[in-house]
């Protein structure tokens, strides 16, 4: 074979293989970039992070009124069960307001029918400014034309394809991971006796640009304090109030606050069904406290205030 | 502009490397290499154009005084010429290396008003500083092989190593932007360029930023390990900054190629040495002619005429201390640079003994002993790097993995793909500089590359690409 001849066939067949590859790719289109979104089911395969970062593009403002921001608190919450608003769980394990800022402006970039965002108050979210398993930006719309994290994707379609029961996530944004039986490292640092939480600048400042974002995109915010386990809570008492102190001064007039952790929730908070590890919400208990919350929004709705 | 990026794999080099093609057959080798020069300052500057006046200030300064070197007529202002250009490139290095300590000891101090100026490493500053060193050298030896300074900022300025080498002797490079020399053609040698650099690009993007990931998990504060899981987390560093490097250096010298120049070969599988001096003749090859030919050489004739053993011994462990010292400002460097030259010196003493160990003891040996000393290396302190030894040492917790099961459940493919690919390339097979110059001209090995490339594809696309780990330097 002649140098040049070598060089045009391998050329060729690079074209020929990465065209393939894109022109796949794109007709699946698994996270809604490339054709019409609504009423398709996308589900966040592979990556939650990447996954839910390129659906929040088109899939989630074209299809959905709400967003539900948080961490692992709330990741494994059904949203199916919100009938008041189609609402998508934007949560991810883990995660910090810096890496849901960039979900929220993603969402919120697009025209759509995105009404209401749903942030959870936990310090957790403001602990903290690194991004976990990548940084989330614009250059990630490039994988979904091939990338290692697709073909992770694919891999966790197919093994829900050849096995349906196996469901780790769905097309509302829930994670339905296993009830975890301690705190992990995270949780437990941040739940050590002290008076106050840790807050880092950066995460603070994301939390601002996000509610800001949200304000001038005319989306409504509603703050929601998830429900801990009362032996968890009650050391930190003092914290969690400095804390939804922080929170209120940041809110405007109009902008409501859940507070699931007063008396007013005393029947979820006394079974301890409804709590794993004592921070998050066990299988059990994700449907009562995605149905409270469904009620409040009912409520709201039915006052005008959403 | 890394490497490993899409704007160089798909844009820099093949609109430079079709550019220059053309150019030299139809309009001339001279504007051929001002286009290559220009190409080559676009490439210094992409990332940080304020960087572009340190480069072309240290290729103005190194000229005039090449040239000065040159036309002196009296041997002893030759001499002081030489010893001028070699201060002046040492103290602008180790100004940017090293103020920024002594800096930051000033600002510990708080006092008042006194605010750090940002002394930012301007990118490959350690390899075109040794490099002018070298022209200098190579000048005052040899006069008359002067550049011109078209030739000189080609020289200095050439993309494939300009940021991190191979460290690369004017005398070699500049005659081939003139005219094209060697027994294969120069489409075959471009053919050949464009394999070694995928083959480069799999090195990096599959293998290292692999390994990587797993070296970052183990290298971290207050980390407690079984010994087994200890030399798993410093055998995936080694292998991240072999397949790193070595990856790295393939693009270089595959780019290079593609442009009808050929630069020396950088790594010769070096973890299949069975000495440390066999090690050092085979891992980052032109940094070690360089302490040979330019450190331990001068450093042995300053101590007399005659050579003797302790002598030398002296002289490579000042040599690899200096060297270690060039890595950065850090104790670990230059410890990392002090036990290299300290092995060395054993290893001339031993051969010197003409005792003989198994084949595989000796390999395994340095094998290990190369591992101790990247823990050094990779440490963030000195403290760091002996605690991290000390759970390498058998402990009472040996083969414990929970650490790595840490790990495991987030990536298991991203732990034993690396290793069994990376375990086979690095102690197994040729070296990709072999492979690129044996036959590669078959359909099976077009398929081949084209596979790589579409793989190495992948992996770019997938996050944001690591920079090389030379950069650092």
């Avoid at chain 2, 899409?6 to 001002?34: D, E, H, I």
């Avoid at chain 2, 005398?171 to 294969?184: I, R």
């Amino acid at each position: 074979m002649k140098p040049s001849r070598w060089l045009f066939t391998t050329v060729a067949i690079f074209l020929l293989l990465a065209g393939a590859g894109i022109a796949a790719n794109v007709y699946v289109d698994i996270y809604g970039l490339y054709r019409n979104t609504r009423g398709r089911h996308l589900v966040d395969y592979g990556d939650n992070r990447i996954a839910k970062y390129l659906l929040s593009e088109h899939y989630v403002p074209e299809n959905f009124d709400a967003i539900l921001i948080g961490p692992s608190v709330s990741s494994n919450w059904d949203t199916h069960g919100i009938h008041t608003l189609r609402t998508y769980n934007e949560s991810l394990n883990g995660s910090n307001f810096v890496e849901q800022e960039c979900l929220v402006q993603q969402a919120i970039a697009a025209p759509g029918r995105l009404k209401v965002a749903i942030v959870m108050v936990h310090p957790s979210m403001t602990a903290d400014h690194e991004f976990d398993t990548v940084r989330l930006t614009e250059e990630l719309n490039r994988t979904a034309l091939g990338s290692l994290s697709l073909f992770e994707a694919y891999k966790d379609w197919f093994g829900r394809y050849r096995n349906p029961r196996l469901t780790i996530s769905d097309d509302y944004g829930t994670d339905f991971f296993e009830d975890p039986v301690h705190l992990n490292a995270t949780a437990a640092r941040l739940m050590r006796p002290a008076s106050d939480f840790p807050m880092d600048p950066e995460a603070v400042a994301a939390f601002r640009r996000m509610v800001a974002a949200c304000r001038r995109n005319h989306v409504t915010l509603l703050y929601v304090a998830p429900p801990m386990s009362p032996s968890i809570f009650a050391p930190k008492r003092d914290a969690f109030r400095k804390y939804m102190a922080f929170v209120q001064a940041e809110m405007r007039p109009g902008e409501r606050v859940i507070d699931f952790n007063s008396e007013r929730y005393a029947d979820f908070l006394c079974n301890p069904n409804n709590f794993s590890d004592g921070v998050h919400i066990s299988r059990a208990g994700a449907p009562r406290i995605v149905a409270l919350l469904d009620g409040e929004l009912r409520r709201l709705r039915e006052s005008w205030l959403l | 502009m890394l490497f490993s990026s899409f704007p160089y794999v798909f844009v820099f080099l093949p609109v430079v490397v079709l550019t220059y093609a053309f150019a030299k057959s139809k309009v001339g080798a001279r504007s051929a290499q001002v286009w290559l020069l220009l190409s080559s300052l676009f490439f210094y500057g992409w990332a940080k154009p304020s960087n572009l006046p340190f480069l072309l200030g240290s290729i103005l300064c190194n000229w005039v005084i090449g040239r000065a070197i040159a036309s002196a007529g009296i041997e002893t202002n030759r001499t002081r010429l030489l010893w001028f250009g070699i201060g002046a490139n040492i103290a602008f290095l180790f100004s940017f290396k090293y103020v920024n300590v002594f800096l930051s000891g000033l600002a510990a101090l708080h006092l008042p008003g006194f605010v750090l100026p940002d002394l930012e490493l301007p990118l490959g500053v350690s390899f075109f500083s040794l490099a002018q060193i070298m022209y200098l050298v190579d000048t005052y030896q040899a006069p008359e092989t002067v550049n011109s300074f078209l030739d000189h900022a080609t020289f200095a300025s050439f993309f494939p190593y300009v940021t991190s080498g191979p460290i690369s002797r004017s005398m070699e490079v500049v005659p081939q932007f003139k005219t094209f020399t060697g027994e294969t053609s120069r489409i075959e040698l471009a053919c050949r360029g464009f394999f070694l650099f995928v083959l480069g690009l799999g090195k990096k993007v599959l293998l290292a930023d692999a390994f990587g990931r797993i070296a970052d998990a183990g290298f971290t504060p207050f980390s407690h390990y079984s010994t087994l899981e200890a030399w798993v987390f410093c055998l995936a560093y080694a292998f991240e900054i072999y397949f790193d490097f070595s990856g790295y250096s393939d693009m270089a010298i595959g780019s290079a190629w593609m442009l009808g120049i050929r630069l020396p070969i950088n790594f010769n599988a070096p973890f299949r040495s069975k000495s440390m001096s066999e090690y050092w003749q085979r891992w980052h090859m032109s940094l070690s002619a360089f302490i040979t030919h330019y450190l331990y050489t001068p450093i042995l004739r300053s101590m007399g005429r005659r050579a003797t053993i302790g002598k030398s011994c002296v002289a490579v462990i000042v040599a690899m201390s200096i060297a270690g010292l060039w890595h950065g400002p850090s104790l670990t460097y230059i410890f990392w640079g002090l036990i290299n030259g300290a092995a060395l010196a054993v290893n001339q003493v031993w051969r010197r003994k003409k005792k003989r160990l198994p084949g595989a003891l000796s390999w395994a040996v340095t094998f290990a002993f190369v591992n101790v000393t990247f823990v050094f290396f990779r440490s963030p302190t000195l403290e760091f790097a002996f605690h991290f030894l000390r759970q390498m040492l058998p402990q009472t917790d040996l083969l414990g993995v929970s650490a790595l099961r840490g790990l495991i459940p987030f990536a298991p493919n991203l732990l034993w793909r690396p290793i069994i690919a990376g375990s086979f390339l690095a102690f197994f097979g040729k070296t990709s500089t072999e492979l690129a110059e044996s036959d590669i001209f078959t359909p099976p090995k077009a398929f081949a590359t084209a596979v790589l490339l579409v793989l190495g594809a992948l992996c770019m696309n997938t996050s944001a690409a690591k920079t090389f780990l030379y950069f650092a330097f």
